[in-house]
């Protein structure tokens, strides 16, 4: 389990390794999905612009949660024990590494989005308070969930390559073809330079944070190529 000057641990294992906080958070990332979703439903571009298969790249923020809740969900066949020992193998540190890497970018580049024109956002009444506080906040809290996921969670070097080959691709078709989050204003420079920025940086965190899976890890499936 990945260690730290603050003790995350404790708080983590009482969060996810009991039952009604675990559903609670699992049933949460759910309706924050659906909302997601519908945001990119009635978006300009919409879901409706694009063939399924690439709705992941265009969904950024649903999709962060999707991974999340995927994530998250392994933990509940070992609920009633601790939850750094939670059995893994390559294909869920690939999962456990993508859902770290989204939720991470996604949640700060809300952040940065925002408040590089906060003008456009800022305001008094119901919907802009919610438009700027309101969904400030609750990407915000995505990077917290993010920094859960390596308590028990472990990757592989080849997981943390692929991890930032998919988010440099998903910066290329949000800026090269235009289907960036919808927003108030267009994208320049700065924010494009934050965004590759952030994929960079959920990569390294990701590489600071997270144990890796190794041959001597009992649950790990043997891999010719070495993977570690």
Known sequence: MASGSFDGARYVEYYLGNAPSLSTLLVANGLAFLVGVSFYVHSDPSFADLPAVLYPLFGDSPTALALATLSLATLLPTLGTPVSDTPTNVPLAYLHTFAFVWLLKYGLWTVVALNLRPGLYVGFGPAALWDYWGIMLTHALFAVEALAIPYYARTTDRALVVALGALLVNDA????????????????????????????????????????????????????????
Not at 182 to 189: E, K
Not at 201 to 212: E, K, N, S, T
């Open 173 to 228: 078709f949000d800026y090269g073809l235009g289907y960036y989050p919808p927003l108030r204003y267009d994208p320049g420079i700065p924010l494009v330079v934050a965004t590759v920025l952030l994929s960079i940086g959920a990569v390294v965190l990701a590489h600071r944070r997270f144990d890796r899976l190794g041959r001597s890890d009992a649950q790990a499936p043997a891999s010719p190529e070495g993977e570690a």
